[in-house]
Structure formats: structure tokens, C-alpha cells
């Protein structure tokens, strides 16, 4: 018996988003749900949860179904409670034993579980969301994004929560996280405004039979019109000889063709193209320095000035990608800001080249002033008003966005953009903490290729796993106080090391 069905469901919000959706869930199913950014996971959930009335269509619950939905961003009033009130609010108080099952699944630490939500990292107010809707033991869990913020072993952790869930619950996850979506999912859904796509594989071996799906639906496509066009060919002939010998039957033969054509052309359909959400393109102004950055036996503290590790005689070459591994807390982001500050300031055991560019990227995207628009952040670059807002619109910032302030923009739409930013500074170096987040897989998967295809030289920190697979040349790992160098990052993502 289906938890949940979905019968025709479609939704517009200013553009179509999906139309004409159907497909059950059913107990146990874990079910991946994919798309480009602003094209419609967000609102499917909250359409499947009651909280977002579709255009047309229906949802049906079976009788007694309980649906929790795990969104994005924590809701203001939770920010004023602790952890632990946050995830038990609402129970009654025989039940409140079930929040510290709830967080001990989760592995939170005790002395986190009293802390106010707002003043939590990103990554355990993501927790906490998932906590809370978990230990109300839901038999469907829908988690919008439930990767983001978090560590590589918060993911481990949470793919072994999710793992562990009484096998008749369901889940619906919307994630970008290819290693994610491998690892916890059994079917795939592909989003789409007109003709979604399902199957009952994981992400990478759903998305090989999606890439045939499409091959295959372009062939019959032109088949078809070849078809129509030889029909029409046909009839044109027909057509000549009737009217010569005044013949009503080849007349009417001629019409059947005509009409056989035309039929054939409206049934057919093309193959699907995906409107790209914006494109990804970086730049490399090149340099003839062999190592663009030296570390010297560097020492890198905490804020608290409290030694973290210390990275003993390195060079990061010209071409070299290297990766920054190490558990959370290890001292990966102060190692990308003690980079940053020996670049732009200044650092005794830190040097870069003196031909050295930079390009740098925050996870939180802290670069990008909520205050500026698009439009001056593009033209401070002296590009000139028209390419400006040409290149813009190519990184998927519509024209009417363009003049206004940050701030409404979504994630992926801040991520293009300090992309593009980062073109137009032409580096040599790259410098980028958590480049991923908040990009869809295209764009991912386009920076990768960027990356990849401009020979770029950087300095990267990423939890995701593809990305740092596909990227890396060179990986550097924070363990015991040191950074050493290893061969690959396996190790390190199976537990093994760090």
C-alpha cells in the first residue's frame, strides 16, 4: 500500500516549474530527488508536506501517514531555544525521553544539546532540523538539501542515520550531493517543467539510463520527422499526378498523406534539453613562477591562538589542484585564511609568488555585500554596461535582477556570481573554500571542467566527495598536529585516516 501518491500534480511560480507529475511512494522507498537550482525540488516537498498549494493536480496520503519535512532554513522561532528544546517542542512530557534517542542517533554531543540554536554552526542547525522532525518517528521523511553545512562526518553519520531507520519509513531526499544520493538512495527522480523522469536506480547508474533515455527519444525524433517529411514528399507527387488525370482518388490519397504527416509531427518529441540555471567559466592569466605558494614549517592556530597544526616544507606548483583534508575542527578554514592573509598581507612562513593572482572563494559566499547588485559588483571590473549585463544574464541573473540588491537572490544565483566575479579577476591562484555549496550538479560538474580544462592551480576545501574525486591532483591531510601528504582521499572518507 502507497504512503503517498502524486496524480497529475504541476506548479507555476511565474514559470512552470514541473506540470503533469504522478508517480508513489512506498514504505521503505528512498526516492532522490534531482534538479538544476530554482527548478522546483524546494516547492515539490513543501507541495507534498501541505504547506505550498500546487497549481493542479493531487496528493494522497494513506490514512494515519505522518510527514515531517526537513527544509533548508531553521525558522525564527527556533533560534531562540536551545538545541534540546528546539527537537522536543511540541512533545508531550512523557515522550521528551525520545529527544536524546533522537540526538544520540545523531551523535551530538552533549555539551552542543544546551546551546541556543542560533548561536549553532550551520551544520548543526542542520541537525537539529533533522532531530526534530525525526523523533516525532515520521513515516515520511522529506529533507530538502540535508547535506549542506555539514562535514564529511556529520554526512557519514547522517548516511548511517538514515541507514538505520525502521525499514517500513520512507524518505524523499532532494540533494546535489552525488556521493550522497549514491550512497542512500534506490530510485531517482528527475525533475522537469514538462516530462519528469523516473527510475528505480541510484543517482549515477539513473543518470547514465537518463542520458540514454534522452539519446534515445531524439533518435525517434528525427526518425519521426524524416517519416513525416517522406510522407509529405509522397503526397506532393500524388498531388501533381491527380491534378493531371483529374483523378479524385489520388486527391483523396494525396489528403491521407497530408494528414498522416501532420499527426506524425504533433506526436513527436524532441529530446529534452536542460535550460541551463547559468553558465560556469573561469579564467587563468597564467604565470611563469614554478611555485606559486610556499609554506615554510607554517604554524596554524585557532583564533584563540591555540596551535592547530603546523604544515612543515611545502610548495603548491603551477597546475597542481590540491586538496585540504581533515575531520571538522582540524584547522582547514584557518588554514585557508592564513593563506589569504600571507597573500594580501603578508606571513613569514608563508609566501606566494610575486606574479601570483588571486581568486578567492568563501564558503558563505561573505564576499558578495548583500547591499551591491549585480550590475556595479560586474562593472567595477571596467566590462562596460552592455557586456556586464550580458555576462549576467549567461550566469542565469535575469535582466530585472540585475540592478537590485543581493540579498533576494538564490544560493546558486550568489554561487554563478562569484563565480563570474572570479573571471573577471583573472587569476593564477585559487583559493576556494567549499566552491560547491549551493550549486546545483551542473554546476558542478562545470566547474569541475573549468577547473580541470584551464590547468588551474588552487587551493580547495570541499565536502564533496565527487567533486574532490574528480578534481584533485594532490591531497593534503590535517592529522595529529601535521599535514602530510597522501596519495588519495579514500582513506580519509572510508574513517581510516585523520
Excluded at 28 to 51: E, H
Excluded at 212 to 228: H, I, S, T, V, Y
Aim: charged share 25%; proline share 3%; aromatic share 4%.
Amino acid at each position: 500500500m502507497s504512503l503517498l501518491a502524486v496524480k497529475s500534480l504541476s506548479l507555476s511560480l511565474g514559470i512552470p516549474l514541473f506540470s503533469d507529475l504522478s508517480f508513489s511512494l512506498e514504505p521503505a522507498d528512498r526516492l532522490g530527488l534531482i534538479a538544476a537550482n530554482g527548478r522546483g525540488k524546494s516547492s515539490l516537498l513543501r507541495c507534498l508536506a501541505g504547506v505550498l498549494e500546487a497549481s493542479g493536480g493531487d496528493v494522497t496520503r494513506a490514512r494515519g501517514c505522518t510527514l515531517r519535512l526537513v527544509e533548508q532554513d531553521v525558522p525564527e522561532a527556533l533560534l531562540g531555544l536551545t538545541l534540546r528544546e528546539a527537537v522536543g517542542q511540541g512533545l508531550a512530557d512523557e515522550d521528551t525521553w525520545r529527544v536524546d534517542v533522537a540526538l544520540d542517533d545523531l551523535e551530538v554531543p552533549e555539551e552542543v544539546r544546551d546551546q541556543t540554536v542560533a548561536g549553532l554552526s550551520g551544520g548543526w542547525q542542520r541537525t537539529a532540523l533533522l532531530a526534530r522532525a525525526a523523533v516525532v518517528e515520521p513515516d515520511i521523511l522529506l529533507l530538502d538539501e540535508p547535506t549542506n553545512h555539514l562535514d564529511l562526518s556529520r554526512i557519514g553519520i547522517l548516511q548511517r542515520f538514515l541507514k538505520g531507520l525502521p525499514r517500513d519509513v520512507a524518505v524523499i531526499a532532494a540533494s546535489h550531493d552525488r556521493a550522497f544520493l549514491d550512497a542512500v538512495t534506490s530510485r531517482s527522480l528527475f525533475l522537469r517543467d514538462m516530462v519528469s523522469r523516473a527510475f528505480a536506480l541510484p543517482y549515477s547508474r539513473a543518470r547514465a539510463a537518463l542520458v540514454e533515455a534522452d539519446a534515445a527519444q531524439g533518435r525517434q525524433f528525427d526518425n519521426d520527422l524524416a517519416k513525416a517529411d517522406q510522407l509529405r514528399r509522397q503526397a506532393a507527387k500524388l498531388k501533381n499526378i491527380g491534378l493531371n488525370n483529374g483523378s479524385d482518388l489520388l486527391v483523396m490519397k494525396t489528403k491521407q498523406l497530408k494528414d498522416r504527416a501532420e499527426k506524425i509531427e504533433a506526436q513527436a518529441k524532441a529530446a529534452f534539453k536542460e535550460v541551463s540555471a547559468g553558465e560556469i567559466r573561469l579564467a587563468n592569466s597564467g604565470t611563469h613562477a614554478k611555485a606559486l605558494v610556499t609554506l615554510n614549517d607554517a604554524s596554524v592556530t585557532a583564533p584563540d591562538g591555540r596551535l592547530l597544526f603546523k604544515t612543515g616544507q611545502k610548495w603548491i606548483e603551477k597546475g597542481d589542484r590540491v586538496v585540504l583534508l581533515g575531520r571538522n575542527g582540524a584547522g582547514k578554514t584557518q588554514m585557508v585564511r592564513a593563506v589569504l592573509a600571507a597573500i594580501t598581507g603578508g606571513h613569514e612562513a608563508i609566501k606566494g609568488a610575486a606574479s601570483l593572482v588571486l581568486g578567492h572563494s568563501d564558503q558563505g559566499l561573505a564576499l558578495l555585500p548583500a547591499k551591491a547588485t549585480p550590475f556595479d559588483l560586474v562593472t567595477a571590473y571596467k566590462t562596460g554596461d552592455g557586456p556586464a549585463r550580458g555576462m549576467l544574464a549567461d550566469a542565469g541573473i535575469r535582466a530585472e535582477m540585475q540592478t537590485k540588491a543581493l540579498a533576494p537572490l538564490s544560493g546558486g544565483q550568489k554561487a554563478r556570481l562569484a563565480m563570474l566575479l572570479l573571471r573577471l579577476a583573472k587569476p593564477n591562484f585559487y583559493l576556494l573554500d567549499e566552491p560547491t555549496n549551493h550549486l546545483d550538479i551542473e554546476g558542478q560538474e562545470a566547474l569541475e571542467t573549468e577547473l580541470l580544462t584551464q590547468g588551474a592551480t588552487c587551493l580547495l576545501v570541499s565536502h564533496d566527495r565527487s567533486f574532490v574525486r574528480n578534481v584533485g591532483s594532490r591531497f593534503w591531510l590535517i592529522e595529529k598536529k601535521r599535514l602530510i601528504e597522501v596519495d588519495d582521499p579514500e582513506a580519509f572518507f572510508a574513517g581510516e585516516l585523520g
